[in-house]
């Protein structure tokens, strides 16, 4: 039952942008999303960008100054504003968070960056 649920994937245009959210599914005892992680055809899953437990953030290099991860009131949806799309960010889109020390991960949601 206690699952994240991502969406806000889409294709998208060189240059365009895209927001993805990440929903715990259920409300009275939800995960805590934190972050997000991404898979390309045939490379293994990688971190995208992720809240610290001091609040700090961590960006991987190849998106800093182009996506922005940000967290609601509630702390139960996590977003990350994409800009500047590339074709190599072409990939599907993780939502990775905690339910207690267990580690829960979302369905995924497909990114296409192509003209």
């Known amino acids: 039952q206690v699952q994240l649920v991502e969406s806000g994937g889409g294709l998208v245009q060189p240059g365009g942008s895209l927001r993805l959210s990440c929903a715990a599914s259920?409300?009275?005892?939800?995960?805590?999303?934190m972050g997000w992680y991404r898979q390309a055809p045939e490379k293994e899953r990688e971190l995208v960008a992720t809240?610290?437990?001091?609040?700090?953030?961590k960006y991987a290099d190849s998106v800093k100054g182009r996506f922005t991860i940000s967290r609601d009131k509630a702390m139960t949806t996590v977003f990350l504003q994409m800009n500047s799309l590339k074709p190599e960010d072409t990939a599907v889109y993780y939502c990775?968070?905690?339910?207690?020390?267990?580690?829960?991960w979302g369905q995924g949601t497909q990114v296409t960056v192509s003209s």
């Open positions: 990775q968070g905690t339910y207690g020390s267990a580690v829960v």
């Open positions: 259920t409300a009275r005892f939800p995960a805590n999303p």
């Open positions: 809240f610290n437990r001091d609040r700090s953030i």
